[in-house]
């Protein structure tokens, strides 16, 4: 079965950084790879996600980048602000309802 | 627009006791459904997922069982709970097109659970 890896599991910037969280999977049919943000006490909520035809995507300061040849992906964050201080997971699917998740990786955004 | 309700929030519960937790969903038809448990600090752990009513799938075998007896309907049950059930819960739905395309999952609030 797939096995996602995220690294690192903390990860501390000042206000305005940039923050990179990276993820790397095993299984190659996996084509669909969503990021989210869980805040303290709440359920996890969908970022950004990228489908396997595509190299990058980007929402505003966010974006993602995937290089399926090597197998990993990762979620850029520019611009930190506090607000953005979180556990984001990272995941990986081939068919809907084997998604796998990442260990996990909390964001400290400092003023 | 699609909602996902899940209750209660917070639950303490002695050692031995039963458990229900209940998860619906709204807006949708033939969604796949999913419970995860999170440990404090620790990622997220499929417990069972189904693509249509009474169809169940378990990723681990535990004190613990689901079921689905309508559509938009999931429910998580244990007979007697033990230390070792307590974390957060929860659920979680896809759109459920075949099985052939990929679609984020959508999770509930989730219910902290306490077992003393």
């Known amino acids: 079965g797939e096995n996602v890896e995220q690294h690192p599991s903390t990860l501390s910037v000042q206000e305005g950084d940039s923050a990179v969280i990276k993820c790397t999977y095993s299984d190659s049919a996996s084509n669909y790879f969503p990021w989210y943000k869980q805040e303290l006490g709440k359920g996890p909520q969908l970022i950004i996600d990228i489908r396997s035809n595509v190299g990058e995507k980007k929402d505003q300061r966010i974006a993602v980048t995937l290089n399926k040849t090597a197998k990993h992906f990762s979620l850029h964050i520019t611009e930190t602000q506090p607000e953005d201080s979180a556990v984001y997971f990272c995941a990986a699917s081939s068919r809907g309802h084997d998604m796998r998740f990442g260990a996990g990786t909390r964001l400290t955004v400092k003023p | 627009s699609q909602t996902i309700h899940q209750w209660p929030a917070t639950l303490v519960q002695p050692v031995g006791s039963p458990l229900s937790l209940e998860c619906t969903v709204e807006g949708t038809s033939n969604p796949n459904l999913y419970w995860y448990r999170q440990a404090a600090g620790r990622g997220l752990q499929l417990l069972f997922y189904?693509?249509?009513?009474?169809?169940i799938s378990s990723e681990v075998p535990q004190n613990l069982s689901a079921s689905r007896p309508q559509d938009r309907q999931f429910i998580l049950s244990s007979k007697k709970l033990l230390l070792s059930d307590s974390g957060f819960y929860l659920c979680?739905?896809?759109?459920?097109?075949?099985?052939?395309?990929?679609?984020?999952?959508?999770f509930g609030s989730g219910t902290r659970l306490t077992v003393v």
């Open positions: 189904s693509v249509g009513i009474g169809q």
């Open positions: 979680a739905w896809s759109q459920g097109v075949g099985g052939k395309t990929n679609y984020g999952y959508t």
